[in-house]
Structures are given as structure tokens and as C-alpha cells.
Nanobody
Framework: QVQLAESGGGLVQAGGSLRLSCAASGRTFSSYAMAWFRQAPGKEREFVAAISWRGGSTYYADSVKGRSTISRDNAKNTVYLQMNSLKPEDTAVYYC????????????????????WGQGTQVTVSS
């Protein structure tokens, strides 16, 4: 079992930056691939970024590529999402998720691959 708790969301102006954190409980955090998804009102949950269990591979949605960086610190059981040059269309609830294995962006972007989810943190970008 893995329990996930996101933090770091908030209100920011367009062009600003935020760093989201996801703290995981459980001794097996380092064995899970981790990801960030987001869901805006009235829209489906969409993939943002993912990272392999050791951090050697990362995957990004085209919508955030070049503006966001996913990273992890297995010693701290935490995964991060640094978001820069934020746009109003980035406004959403951001969720972190854990999967036993992802090896391609197609696999990483599928919500069904993730067994554990956090409660989400709201990110609002004003224009």
C-alpha cells in the first residue's frame, strides 16, 4: 500500500512558477514509477508527467514539455513537479499517482496503469 499526499498548489499569475510535492508513505516508494495528472472542471483527467522508479526515465505531455520538470527523491519518499511559465490553461487539480511499472510515454499516460492516487492540490493560474 502506498498513500500519497500532494502539496504546493496555489494561485499564481501567468508566467509564474510553482513546485508541487507529493509525499508518499510506505517503505516501497522507491519501487514505484510516479506520475502527475491534472483535471480541469468539466474535463477528463489528463497526463502531465511521469518518472521511473529510479528516476532514470521521464515522460511529459506535449502541453507541458519544456516548461515542467518531474523529479524524485527516494530518500525522502517524495516526487516533485516544477512548473514554469504557467498559463491559465494549466489551471486544474493536480494529482500524483503511483504505478508498479511504466516504460513508455503511452503506458505512462494511461490513468489505468496507476493503482494509487493522492487527493489532489489545486493550481490556479490567473491571466
Amino acid at each position: 500500500q502506498v498513500q500519497l499526499a500532494e502539496s504546493g498548489g496555489g494561485l499564481v499569475q501567468a508566467g509564474g512558477s510553482l513546485r508541487l510535492s507529493c509525499a508518499a508513505s510506505g517503505r516501497t516508494f522507491s519501487s514505484y514509477a510516479m506520475a502527475w495528472f491534472r483535471q480541469a472542471p468539466g474535463k477528463e483527467r489528463e497526463f502531465v508527467a511521469a518518472i521511473s522508479w529510479r528516476g532514470g526515465s521521464t515522460y511529459y505531455a506535449d502541453s507541458v514539455k519544456g516548461r515542467s520538470t518531474i523529479s524524485r527523491d527516494n530518500a525522502k519518499n517524495t516526487v516533485y513537479l516544477q512548473m514554469n511559465s504557467l498559463k491559465p490553461e494549466d489551471t486544474a487539480v493536480y494529482y500524483c499517482a503511483a504505478s508498479s511499472f511504466v516504460d513508455t510515454v503511452v503506458v505512462a499516460s494511461s490513468p489505468g496503469r496507476y493503482a494509487y492516487w493522492g487527493q489532489g492540490t489545486q493550481v490556479t493560474v490567473s491571466s
